[in-house]
């Protein structure tokens, strides 16, 4: 199977971005526009990690979102559970291998979004982006990032989202359903997974709805804003410092 289903099984995601990873960040820039340079920066910004910190980004993928967490000092942890991008992100640093002391001040830990192989409360921050539509059960991957979150600790979300525009968004709906396929059919490794990502983000919650999930796992402090118009959101939380879980 070369993409996903959208009941979203996990051994069919990892291959899929498995298969994907080889030409995934050049499609991403391809498909955006060159948009997501600027949603990655968006996100760094709202982590705001500094020296001494240390940063999980989740599903990372091949790490390139990563390194934007490091330029401040800050220790960034890559993790993703497709071996394939993984494995991917450290070869173009010069590395090999996957844990360990880390290749440019990012160390890959391959790793299940729904049960993370990290202690509790081991990070200052946390971050996932664009990887939180593909998870099986999205209240349980935003609990386990509470739990390896501090007290106080912060979480920032970059995912697709609704435009805001309604003009807009029937243009955009048409760039999913029709254009993007056939433009990654030109440059993916994988094209029959981009048919996935144009369907997992009509299916993804708005704004509201998201930051409703996210409180409901337990984060305080929720809100977001739009980038691009609403076709991407920044989602911000802070893990309660008194907390049951």
Known sequence: MTRASLDKQPHEVAAMFDRTARRYDLVNDVLSLGQDRLWRKATAAAIDAGPGELVLDLAAGTGTSTDAFTLLGARAIACDFSIGMLRTGVERRGGSGLSG??????????????RLPFADGAFDA????????????THEALRELLRVTRPGGRM??????????????????????????QVARAVSSNPDSYEYLAES????????ALARIIQESGWSKV?????SLGIVALHRAVKPKVTNR
């Open 101 to 114: 002391g880390g290749v440019r001040g990012v160390s890959f830990v391959a790793g299940d979004a729904l």
């Open 223 to 227: 809100a977001w804003r739009n980038l």
């Open 201 to 208: 983000i009509q299916e993804w919650p708005d704004q509201p």
């Open 126 to 137: 946390v971050t996932i982006s664009f990887g939180l539509r593909n998870m099986a059960d």
């Open 156 to 181: 920032v979300i970059c995912e697709f989202s609704r435009p805001q525009i309604k003009s807009f968004e029937l243009v955009y709906s048409q760039y999913l359903m029709k254009l993007l396929p």
